[in-house]
């Protein structure tokens, strides 16, 4: 079936360094994929998506690039703050389905 | 526009008792999902509804597991009854759109303790 497979964390950054998250799925056909995001004590919010192959995701600073040839979405900021400390999911939804499929999470820790 | 709600935000029961969870969509979303995280883990799909009909459930663990959502309203999830492994944090989700690109807004999640 549909997977999701995201590094590992917690990662530890520096207020304005550069953040990259990797994220690498298992579909079959076309999947959209997306980065949410999860503050302290909040649900989870759509921090941007892509919906078909070289599609650029971007918010808030953050972009992500549907790449189908290395079924990759990998998250980057290249400066992030201590306000971007969450946790942040890569998810799929599948061709024929709207159910997202989740990784397992990555926790931000930005310090100042 | 309020978002999606549940409750409670947290619960706390023992093995064996019952607990009901409830998800408010958005106001006008026939799509309602649930979704379940256990201990740091992925995020997984419960089910899914439109509008009072379960579209899919192919994510619900067992039969103590019930999810309701009569008048294609709110929704609730009982576990009955509650073993240790149901642990976890509980998410609903609703959409309005129906292909896969779709948003699904979610909720601050229900923490649920079985002791």
């Known amino acids: 079936g549909d997977s999701v497979t995201q590094m590992e964390g917690p990662v530890t950054l520096s207020e304005e360094a550069f953040l990259t998250i990797n994220c690498t799925y298992t579909a079959t056909g076309y999947p959209s994929l997306f980065w949410y995001v999860q503050y302290p004590g909040e649900g989870l919010q759509l921090l941007l998506k892509?919906?078909?192959?070289?599609d650029k995701g971007s918010n808030k600073g953050f972009e992500a690039t549907y790449r189908k040839e290395t079924t990759s979405f990998h998250l980057e900021k290249g400066s992030v703050q201590v306000s971007d400390s969450a946790v942040y999911f890569c998810?799929?939804?599948?061709?024929?389905?709207?159910?997202?499929?989740f990784g397992a999470g990555t926790i931000l820790r930005v310090k100042s | 526009e309020a978002g999606v709600t549940q409750f409670p935000s947290h619960s706390v029961i023992e093995k064996g008792q019952t607990v009901t969870l409830r998800c408010d969509p958005i106001s006008g979303h026939d799509n309602l999902y649930w979704y379940r995280r256990v201990m740091g883990k992925e995020i997984k799909f419960l089910l899914h509804?439109?509008?009072?009909?379960?579209?899919?459930e192919s994510g619900m663990p067992n039969n103590r597991f019930l999810a309701e959502r009569t008048g294609g309203t709110y929704s609730t999830l009982k576990v009955q009854p509650a073993e240790l492994e149901d642990s976890g944090v509980y998410f609903c989700?609703?959409?309005?759109?129906?292909?896969?690109?779709?948003?699904?807004?979610f909720g601050p999640g229900t923490r649920l303790t079985v002791t």
């Open positions: 989700a609703s959409s309005q759109a129906r292909t896969s690109g779709g948003e699904q807004y």
């Open positions: 509804f439109v509008k009072e009909s379960k579209q899919d």
């Open positions: 998810a799929l939804s599948g061709t024929y389905g709207n159910k997202l499929v």
């Open positions: 892509a919906t078909k192959a070289d």
